[in-house]
């Protein structure tokens, strides 16, 4: 199977820590794409890392590739109430397969 | 708003009625997508169109007939469906295939 796996399943923080999932994949990417699910909604495109970068950012988010292990991480900082959602991995290969997501709970 | 517009929002149907789920992007994107989203399960691609060309479909049950009029718009005709097909059905629209892709809201589909 071509799908990733996130880890953990879910994770529950107080707001203002710092929250890291992770993703693994199987196969070989042309790119990996993070999104984020608020509860009833449609997912939304977070970042996208080529297979040649190691590391991006883009305000509070920093993920991470790595490949000769075949994974990457996703670190939200200060994380914010608004934060709590799902968040999905997608490999992209020769078409985008999606891992089956992180839950998480920011409390306030 | 994502640019991406699907309807209704909510669908309760008999297994024996045909139905249609309706979708609409504004983004003036190329490609465009049906997902199902199930609890605890991974998000399952179905169908892929690009150009309004089909260029995927998953082994998915020919139940599910999708139609794709122009690149604007999607549709996924539904007919003799089975409880296990209840789900969240979502739709994505990208400017080329396998670019980042934005999704509607989706539609919660519940079978009777």
């Known amino acids: 199977s071509q799908q990733g796996e996130e880890d953990p399943q879910a994770l529950s923080i107080q707001e203002g820590e710092n929250a890291t999932m992770n993703c693994s994949y199987k196969t070989s990417i042309n790119n990996l794409q993070w999104y984020r699910q608020n509860s009833g909604r449609g997912l939304v495109h977070l970042i996208l890392?080529?297979?040649?970068?190691r590391e991006k950012h883009s305000g509070r988010l920093r993920v991470t590739l790595d490949t000769s292990k075949k994974s990457s991480s996703l670190l939200i900082t200060a994380s914010r109430a608004a934060d709590t959602a799902s968040y999905f991995c997608?490999?992209?290969?020769?078409?985008?397969?999606f891992g089956a997501g992180t839950i998480l709970r920011v409390k306030s | 708003e994502t640019g991406v517009t699907q309807t209704p929002r909510h669908l309760v149907m008999g297994m024996t009625n045909k139905k249609s789920l309706k979708c609409e992007q504004h983004l003036g994107h190329n490609a465009m997508y049906w997902y199902k989203q199930s609890a605890k399960k991974p998000l399952e691609l179905m169908f892929v169109?690009?150009?309004?060309?089909?260029?995927e479909n998953n082994s998915v049950p020919s139940r599910f007939s999708p139609e794709c009029p122009n690149s604007s718009h999607l549709f996924l005709h539904l007919h003799t469906l089975q409880p296990e097909d209840s789900a969240l059905y979502l739709c994505?629209?990208?400017?080329?295939?396998?670019?980042?892709?934005?999704f509607g809201d989706g539609t919660r589909l519940s079978i009777l």
């Open positions: 994505a629209s990208s400017q080329e295939q396998n670019q980042p892709q934005h």
């Open positions: 890392i080529r297979s040649n970068e």
């Open positions: 997608a490999e992209e290969g020769n078409k985008l397969v």
């Open positions: 169109y690009n150009f309004k060309e089909q260029t």
